[in-house]
């Protein structure tokens, strides 16, 4: 029973700290920052930066990073590099950015979605119900 004890706190504190820093490289914050406040601008591609790297496997993997151009609702002009997009524009191409006030240079092209927004509550749910049914499980055999 101890046994099970032990392994339902570590694995709960493994779930818990696994979904803050997939949350993180996610980005999750910045993008829940940028959508949280509902403002959109209209951007503009004013370049288009590649970036060539490499797969696990060895095989080339190009990166593409538009830098976009938008006003801000108090008319501030800020220029930021999409990192977060899963569309390129072309250069000269308009898209919608998301943005917070307090930080525009975090603006990003993604739309929200059910996942992004709850990514972290998600992950450490999921590991806490596995941490659950295997310390049952452990409690009963051992």
């Known amino acids: 029973m101890v046994i099970a004890v032990v392994y339902l706190v570590v694995s709960l504190g493994a779930s818990v700290i696994y979904g803050r820093l997939l949350d993180r490289r996610l980005n999750g914050p910045q993008l829940r920052a940028a959508w ?3 403002l959109t601008a209209e951007a503009r591609c004013t370049a288009v930066r590649t970036e ?9 993997v190009i990166h593409r990073y538009p830098t976009l151009e938008f006003r801000t609702a108090d008319g501030r002009s800020v220029t930021v590099e999409e990192r977060q997009s899963r569309h390129v524009p072309a250069e000269g191409e308009s898209v ?7 930080n525009p240079e975090g603006a990003t092209t993604r ?3 059910f996942g992004m927004l709850h990514a972290r509550a998600l992950i450490t749910g999921v590991g806490a119900v596995l941490a659950v049914a295997t310390a049952s499980v452990l409690a009963v055999v051992i």
Do not use: P
């Open 96 to 102: 919608t950015v998301h943005y917070s006030a307090r």
């Open 36 to 38: 949280a406040e509902g």
């Open 111 to 113: 739309a929200a979605s």
């Open 52 to 60: 060539e790297g490499q797969d696990a496997e060895g095989g080339v």
